[in-house]
């Protein structure tokens, strides 16, 4: 396979022909994306649902909205903190914080109204275990009806690692850190993806990012696509891929910002933004 130039960190903003409603007028930060496919969130989809109702201790630390916001139609029942750094995170490192960013220790089960979660499968955030794949499965309900094309992955959980199996499973990743080869430091419980922007380890106790934190955005479920269907989708117009900002994780208009994304932009691009939400009135 032609080897892919890793778009991790940039935004894919939906163009005006994509007819796919889970993304209409989507704001996707893509969160992993390599020659195994990609991985990201919706940052444009608020929901009702208050984040004090699913993640109480997080909430405090949540700017305005401070609602869960849907990050795609995968995995509904998993939630994802992305969170800006101010300081770039030069903290410490653990081999924790060093993960693959598809690690399902980054989730957390959704607990709906009735305080039940959906257990999963226990899958990393795009990818099956093996044992599951081509198994029937249950998905979390889907308000918009997420077409066959929905942006899901088949992933190799180990298609990373070629380590002993007995080994953490982030040392070497931490070695890496430490050399100055790997992923830079960072407080703990926050792993960097992009500059200032990382993923929250949802798990760990608030207290220890309170003070670091400049915004943090908690997302159920994600976008995801399989080997070379985002290039495809590419090719076919459906995407533009622009540049993002850390402010655009915690935007304070998510219903503005396909617009605002658009019209930053230094090229034709911003003109695009003021094409009508109803097509038929342009």
Known sequence: MTEVSSLTGRLLVATPVLADPNFDRAVVLLLDHDEEGSLGVVLNRPTPVDVSDILEPWAALTGEPGVVFQGGPVSLDAALGVAVVPTGGEGRTTARDTRDVR?????RDVRGPDGEADAGTGAPPGREPAADRGAARDPAPDPAGSPDR??????????????DPDADPGAGDAADAADGKGPSSGPLGWRRVHGAIGLVDLEAPPELLAAELGSLRIFAGYAGWGPGQLEDELSEGAWYVVESEPGDVSSPSPEGLWRSVLRRQRSELA????????PSLN
Do not use: E, G, N, Q
Not at 271 to 278: E, F, K, N, S
């Open 271 to 278: 003109l695009v933004a003021t094409y009508p939400d109803d």
């Open 150 to 163: 929905a942006r899901r992955t088949d992933r190799d959980p180990d298609r990373d690692r070629d380590r």
């Open 103 to 107: 690690d399902t220790r980054d989730a």
